[in-house]
């Protein structure tokens, strides 16, 4: 019997229910998948090693071999595409100012200021078989060369009134030379051996010409673009020398700072920083 007045306590009863397992999330489902992957790509190797002979698997290698050569620039842009454009061959940019026609010249025309309409001389025929061979083996010679594969658009080849004018051209995001001075970098060092191998054994004498953008420059001692496209000729001209071109077969070493540009529309454009090395006509007729 209750005493009066006695409240009984409310009793709650809890039911849980057994879980036959924990919960295990889904990071399994993840390293499953890139084991997968990683199986699926060991695989593919095996085959292509099966299925592939010794040349086309060098030719395979060729193509995953990084082939632009990262130096320190003096321009550019460490942005998307590295300030490369993807219509442009040589990995500048086009501006609408050097798009569109432009008038006909000949294959030996000279386009240097002054010179415009003028027709070069011909020479011999024994020059201009040596100016194709010359030609021919520098353009193989970077075709073969993973390290320089990604800098044939920077080597040009004209025929001038003088001889064969080879231009080491730079763009956004390489450079010949440091930063304002005419220390050359080691992609300007290869550059020009490949030139001096090519041209080792011809007679002809020899002409190297320093150019630079119109960007301001104002160095220690009154340094000016003169001096600098002057003093990178001449670092040019002990490249040279130093890759086995003996020193009586320079003629001329000069600078001309910004005064022949190569894009004429644009005279700050990178491009317009380069090196002319002139393979001269033994007689200029």
Request: net charge positive; hydrophobic share 35%.
């Given at each position: 019997?209750?005493?009066?007045?006695l409240i009984?306590p409310e009793?709650?009863?809890?039911?849980?229910?057994?879980?036959?397992?924990?919960?295990?999330?889904g990071?399994?489902?993840?390293a499953y998948a890139?084991f997968?992957t990683?199986?699926?790509a060991?695989?593919?190797?095996?085959?292509?090693?099966g299925?592939?002979n010794?040349q086309q698997r060098k030719?395979i290698?060729?193509?995953?071999?990084?082939?632009?050569?990262?130096?320190?620039?003096?321009?550019?842009?460490?942005?998307?595409?590295?300030?490369?454009?993807?219509t442009?061959?040589?990995?500048?940019?086009?501006r609408?100012?050097t798009a569109?026609?432009?008038p006909?010249?000949?294959a030996?025309?000279?386009?240097?200021?002054g010179?415009r309409g003028?027709?070069?001389?011909?020479g011999s025929?024994?020059?201009?078989?040596?100016?194709?061979?010359?030609t021919?083996?520098?353009?193989?010679?970077?075709?073969?060369d993973?390290?320089l594969?990604g800098?044939?658009g920077?080597?040009k080849?004209?025929?001038?009134?003088?001889?064969?004018?080879?231009d080491?051209v730079e763009r956004?995001?390489f450079s010949?030379?440091?930063l304002?001075?005419?220390?050359?970098t080691?992609?300007?060092g290869a550059l020009?051996?490949?030139?001096a191998?090519?041209?080792?054994?011809?007679?002809?004498?020899?002409?190297?010409r320093?150019?630079?953008?119109?960007l301001?420059?104002s160095?220690k001692?009154?340094q000016?673009?003169?001096?600098?496209s002057?003093?990178?000729a001449?670092?040019?001209r002990?490249?040279?020398?130093?890759?086995?071109?003996d020193?009586?077969?320079?003629?001329?070493?000069e600078?001309v700072a910004?005064?022949?540009?190569?894009?004429k529309a644009?005279p700050t454009?990178?491009?317009?920083?380069?090196?002319?090395?002139?393979l001269l006509y033994?007689?200029?007729a």
């Amino acid at each position: 019997m209750k005493p009066e007045g006695l409240i009984e306590p409310e009793v709650i009863i809890k039911k849980v229910k057994g879980h036959g397992h924990g919960h295990h999330g889904g990071a399994w489902k993840i390293a499953y998948a890139d084991f997968v992957t990683a199986m699926m790509a060991f695989f593919m190797l095996l085959w292509i090693l099966g299925a592939t002979n010794e040349q086309q698997r060098k030719g395979i290698a060729d193509y995953f071999t990084p082939t632009v050569i990262q130096m320190q620039s003096s321009g550019g842009s460490n942005g998307f595409f590295g300030g490369k454009s993807v219509t442009a061959p040589d990995g500048s940019a086009l501006r609408p100012e050097t798009a569109g026609h432009r008038p006909v010249v000949s294959a030996g025309a000279d386009t240097a200021p002054g010179r415009r309409g003028q027709t070069p001389a011909a020479g011999s025929a024994a020059d201009q078989a040596r100016f194709d061979k010359v030609t021919d083996r520098i353009k193989r010679r970077l075709e073969a060369d993973p390290t320089l594969k990604g800098l044939q658009g920077q080597v040009k080849f004209v025929k001038t009134r003088d001889g064969l004018r080879i231009d080491l051209v730079e763009r956004a995001d390489f450079s010949m030379f440091t930063l304002g001075t005419s220390a050359p970098t080691q992609a300007a060092g290869a550059l020009v051996q490949t030139v001096a191998n090519a041209i080792a054994d011809t007679p002809n004498r020899l002409a190297v010409r320093g150019h630079t953008d119109a960007l301001g420059f104002s160095g220690k001692g009154g340094q000016s673009n003169w001096s600098l496209s002057t003093a990178r000729a001449d670092a040019t001209r002990r490249l040279l020398s130093g890759a086995g071109i003996d020193t009586s077969r320079f003629r001329r070493i000069e600078g001309v700072a910004d005064t022949d540009p190569y894009v004429k529309a644009n005279p700050t454009d990178p491009r317009n920083r380069r090196i002319s090395i002139t393979l001269l006509y033994q007689d200029p007729a």
